[in-house]
């Protein structure tokens, strides 16, 4: 089992959520976070004041999957996020000890 995290712009989550579920992903986590990386954020100007914005809003999301579909995962992620602009995010990997859904108990695969 493994888990991707991905850091999209917010407004790729529709195309992101579609593509993923085209490709039978059942459910993911979607939080609305704020960062930055290279883009390093922007100044705005409000009210005749200039002020820097440091932290830009991004959508994370979770997924938790079968080793197997993890490529194709990330390769619909990236094709369905991506715009070639600065900011476009980034997806981490990682493995997953256990999975245990509360409701019937069942662990592994089967709780995913």
Same mark, same amino acid.
């Given at each position: 089992m493994k888990k991707i995290e991905?850091?999209?712009k917010p407004f790729k989550l529709s195309e992101v959520k579609e593509k993923l579920i085209g490709m039978g992903i059942q459910g993911m986590t979607v939080t609305e976070v704020k %960062?930055? %990386?290279r883009q390093k954020g922007h100044t705005e100007l409000y009210r005749g004041t200039e002020y820097t914005?440091?932290?830009?809003p991004k959508l994370k999301l979770e997924i938790v999957l079968p080793q197997e579909l993890v490529e194709k995962a990330v390769d619909t992620i990236i094709s369905a996020a991506h715009t070639g602009q600065i900011g476009d995010g980034k =997806?981490?990997?990682?493995?997953?000890?256990?999975? =245990?859904? =509360?409701r019937t108990k069942e662990r592994g695969r089967e709780a995913v």
């Open positions: 991905a850091l999209i %960062g930055f %990386g914005i440091d932290f830009l =997806i981490f990997v990682s493995p997953i000890e256990e999975t =245990i859904r =509360i």
